[in-house]
Each structure stands twice: as structure tokens, then as C-alpha cells.
């Protein structure tokens, strides 16, 4: 597991709630968005979105954390409009960054559902995360990309544990604060491929 549940059964059901949400917009059969994800124009400098301090707005002028924005970039609709030190915008969208089609059949085909230790959401559950973050160069590909679910998405961005790619053999590892663990043994999902 992840070292207990810190959520209260409230938040669990509104994070429940959220996530049929997402899934429901990301169906096919929905008409008036054709399966694709609802966007939302997210206004950032580069050096906040790299440095994980400071603010980000949204296109009606709220605020939004830089560590929020980082997350919600991982596989989202978010079309991160990255300006310079003169408010020069250098990017608005790098939809190469998005885990959909091939990419995201062969993470499916990888992960099997949530990556994490002993979560057993299935991959319509799910969705893609960089290892490297794509602010910080990471690319987006099948060998810097982790399948997660919204609870253990949020609990890679906001806690010490680490994931990484194994380079013998392609899948994800995770490896536990030392408050969890110790000796901060990797860990893997055993749940998907259980005979």
C-alpha cells in the first residue's frame, strides 16, 4: 500500500466523484466533445513551471499553484501557455506531451491499470504521468511514462516517493519515503499480473 490512507471517507468519496467525472469526459460516446478532453488555457512562466514555485493563472484569471500546474500537465487538456522573463509567450500547447492513442495502448498493454503498489484501478481509470516531467525535458514515451491513477497521480507529485523505469526490464518501479521504508526498497504492482 501507500503507507495508510490519509484521506478522510469524504474526501475519498469527492475523489471518487472526480474521477467518474474525468472518465465520463473522456468517453467516445459523449456528443458534444467527441472523447476529447475539455481544455483549459493555463498561463505560466517557464521558470515557475521548472522551478515548482510560484503561480500559475487560468484563463479567467484564477490562481493556480505551480505544483498543481505541473500535475495537471502531466495528461491533460491543458494548454500551458509558458512565457519568457518579458512575458513573451515561447510555447502555448505541446500536445506531444498528451499519453493518447499508440502510446497510451502500449502503456495499457505495460501497466495493465495503476502502476502503483497494490492499487488495482484499471486503466480506463488512469492516466499517463512522466517519470522526467516534460517541464524539465522529459520526453513522451512509453520508457519515461507510468500509468496512475487520480489518487496515486497526485501522491507521485506531492509526496517523496519516486517512480522509475527499470532499464532491465521496461516496467516501473517505486521506491517508498524513508518514513514508509527504511531501506527504501523498490516496489512494483503485482495486482495486474496475479495468474
Known sequence: GDGGEPRTPGQRR????????????????????????PQVVVTVDYDTLRDRVGAATLDDGQPLSAAAARRLACDAAILPAVLDGAGQVLDVGRQQRLFTGALRRALVLRDKGCAFPGCDRPPRWCEGHHVIHWADGGPTNRDNAVLLCGHHHRLIHHSDWQVTINPTDGHPDFTPPAHIDPQQQPRRNRYHRRE
Open 14 to 37: 469527492a475523489d471518487a466523484l472526480v474521477e467518474v467525472c474525468r472518465l465520463a469526459t473522456a468517453c467516445t460516446e459523449l456528443p458534444d466533445n467527441g472523447g476529447d478532453r
